[in-house]
């Protein structure tokens, strides 16, 4: 209203040391809109064509809230293996080139498949190596402990192995890349670690959490950089060790919203997750 923008804006925002930033405002529809499109199954651009030519949102027959019995993720897709020397650690700044989806009645299954269609197979069953920022140590113990719970073997950093020790969870001592070897570059290049947790803060990410997180990307290690998404992460594979997870058609997702019970329905069993070509994918 302040800014007098009738219809889509697309707000581009920041944190700082607590402080909310606007760093920038478009007046225009964004990616998300073709996303909610298809989670939704209302061809929102259409309608929206239709309504600056006339017509009216009743008179399209859309004037109620959707309201989908499906889960909806979206996922970026990032360049980083083309670029050698980018740290693969988010920001403000724009990285990703594309987004992919996926979609399932559960958080962690439609979790689980927007990471098989962005290109990495989360792992049932290894080593998950964990290393986090002072300030992330509490909030990982959690994680880390549905983790050890699930069967995997837990590798830290000294400090972050202590802290968990001190939680009652049990880790084994890896040395970073400045510590000597062999280290933990030499653990993934090894293919002895299945899962990377390793956050920062910004630029002033150090030196070994760069190395670790590149090597995670050469060798195609499933990664997470932030709490955030070690928790979607640890949702996603307990998901995936209760169930197999399987596909079934867009519309039967939308016909599944349109009823006041019920669940959607679920179609057979998928036998290839692995994303083919360079289409925009999406896990149904």
Same mark, same amino acid.
């Given at each position: ?101 996926? @979609?399932?009645?559960?958080?962690? %299954? =439609?979790? #689980?498949?927007?990471?098989?269609? /962005?290109?990495?197979? &989360?792992? $049932? ?95 195609? @290690?499933?990664?997470?950089?932030? %709490? =955030?998404? #070690?928790?979607?992460?640890?949702? /996603?594979?307990?998901? &995936?060790? $209760? ?42």
């Amino acid at each position: 209203r302040e800014l007098g923008v009738v219809g889509l804006m697309n707000i581009q925002y920041a944190i700082k040391d607590g402080v909310l930033y606007v760093l920038e405002v478009n007046p225009r529809a964004s990616r998300t809109v073709p996303f909610v499109s298809k989670a939704i199954g209302v061809p929102l651009a259409k309608l929206a064509t239709k309504v600056m030519l006339g017509k009216t949102l009743k008179e399209l027959g859309f004037t109620g809230k959707a309201r989908p019995k499906h889960i909806s993720v979206k996922e970026s897709v990032f360049p980083f293996n083309r670029f050698p020397n980018a740290d693969i650690i988010l920001g403000p700044e724009m990285k990703s080139t594309g987004e992919v989806m996926g @979609i399932d009645r559960s958080f962690g %299954i =439609a979790f #689980a498949k927007s990471q098989m269609a /962005a290109g990495f197979q &989360l792992p $049932r069953k290894g080593t998950v190596f964990i290393s986090v920022h002072d300030s992330h140590k509490e909030k990982v113990v959690p994680i880390a402990r549905t983790m050890k719970d699930m069967g995997f073997r837990l590798l830290a950093t000294r400090g972050t192995a202590a802290y968990l020790k001190a939680s009652g969870i049990p880790s084994d001592t890896i040395c970073k890349v400045s510590e000597g070897r062999p280290h933990v570059v030499d653990f993934i290049k090894n293919g002895d670690i299945h899962l990377v947790i390793n956050t920062g803060i910004g630029r002033r990410s150090s030196l070994d959490a760069h190395h670790i997180r590149r090597g995670a990307l050469m060798y195609n @290690i499933p990664y997470t950089t932030t %709490i =955030a998404g #070690a928790r979607a992460v640890s949702e /996603a594979i307990g998901a &995936l060790q $209760r169930e197999e997870w399987q596909v079934c058609p867009l519309q039967d997702y939308y016909a599944a919203g349109n009823r006041s019970k019920g669940k959607a329905p679920r179609g057979p069993r998928a036998t290839s997750p692995k994303p083919q070509g360079k289409r925009k994918k999406t896990g149904a």
